[in-house]
């Protein structure tokens, strides 16, 4: 039996351990993009990063059992509803991290996992109880102790970001519903293979700099002209095309493998991500009041692993001995 066709057993722990290293390599996404964003158009930065993210996740798939058989779908329909959404929540992200801090972008986006909380619920109908929502809510309430949104912080880009989690949140739908026919390379590479077409053709459009100028970030960094990266620029290209292909694929393999509700909170390490990057790229440190939120995200995901932890070795026990 192939990975593609192969339906995924469940696997908390493993599809846990998925969600956190995707969301840890994900960061280094953020940070390059943020990076970027001064200097380059968005589909310029988002179309190399698609070459090297296809040819990461290619060469994954040539070493995999399955090898480019898996590559061959029934559901070239469901595979354009998911990259249509994937594209459209990359975009709003990208153009909102652009105006904003990398933190305050970051902290808005982790509404996300409170919609894949209530979209698992209402259209996967998986079974969400009050343990985890009580997880999801503090860790939520973390993001809003270091998003501040009394003292002025919140930015009116911010409601980009809020496009892009509710997208990212109906992408991991997607995700769930076409787990049994498609491994995690197969849909990355559909999504890098959407990029791509969709980033090649803004920049036949745009790419000359004809509708450049704008003063207002997002605007700029959709609309900037293309220009040859130097050498010194080059490492953050290769960053990000490596943390998408390889982030993608373990988090999309989360999703897959494990209920939505329960891997959700676990993508909140990416906020304490966000701070380390800041204070490292970009010179910016957490007050106390940031690191209390850090330490409601942290402990939200970590209280959500040991009671799953538990309630396996639970399940274990109560197991008829024939069980496996």
């Not at 057993?9 to 969301?23: E, M, V, W």
């Not at 040859?228 to 999309?252: E, K, N, Q, R, Y």
């Not at 209390?292 to 070795?313: C, F, Q, S």
């Amino acid at each position: 039996m192939t990975l593609a066709a192969a339906t995924p057993a469940h696997s908390p722990l493993r599809g846990i351990l998925f969600a956190l290293g995707g969301a840890l390599i994900l960061s280094v996404n953020d940070v390059s993009i943020k990076s970027l964003s001064g200097k380059y158009a968005l589909h310029q930065v988002i179309l190399t990063r698609a070459f090297i993210s296809i040819a990461l996740v290619l060469l994954v798939i040539a070493w995999s059992g399955s090898g480019f058989r898996q590559l061959v779908t029934r559901r070239p329909k469901d595979h354009l509803i998911r990259v249509s959404i994937v594209m459209v929540s990359n975009v709003t992200y990208f153009l909102g991290l652009a105006a904003m801090p990398l933190a305050d972008a970051v902290a808005t986006a982790f509404i996300a996992p409170i919609f894949v909380t209530l979209l698992s619920s209402v259209l996967l109908h998986e079974p969400v109880g009050p343990r985890r929502w009580a997880a999801v809510g503090v860790g939520m309430l973390g993001v809003l102790v270091m998003l501040r949104p009394g003292a002025g912080v919140i930015h009116p880009a911010a409601i980009l970001v809020l496009i892009s989690a509710f997208c990212y949140a109906s992408s991991h739908m997607m995700t769930r519903r076409m787990r049994d026919t498609e491994s995690a390379m197969t849909l990355n590479f559909f999504v890098q293979i959407g990029f791509i077409l969709v980033s090649a053709s803004m920049g036949l459009w745009v790419g000359d700099g004809h509708l450049s100028g704008s003063s207002d970030p997002s605007l700029a960094f959709l609309f900037r002209q293309w220009v040859v990266p130097p050498p010194a620029d080059w490492p953050a290209f290769l960053a990000t095309g490596m943390a998408v292909g390889i982030g993608g694929m373990m988090m999309s393999q989360a999703y897959r493998t494990t209920q939505a509700a329960l891997v959700a909170p676990f993508e909140y390490a990416g906020m304490p991500m966000a701070i380390f990057w800041g204070a490292v790229i970009f010179s910016t440190w957490p007050d106390a009041v940031g690191w209390l939120g850090i330490a409601l995200i942290v402990g939200a995901g970590l209280y959500t692993l040991w009671r799953e932890t538990v309630r396996k070795k639970v399940d274990d026990v109560a197991a008829p001995s024939g069980d496996l």
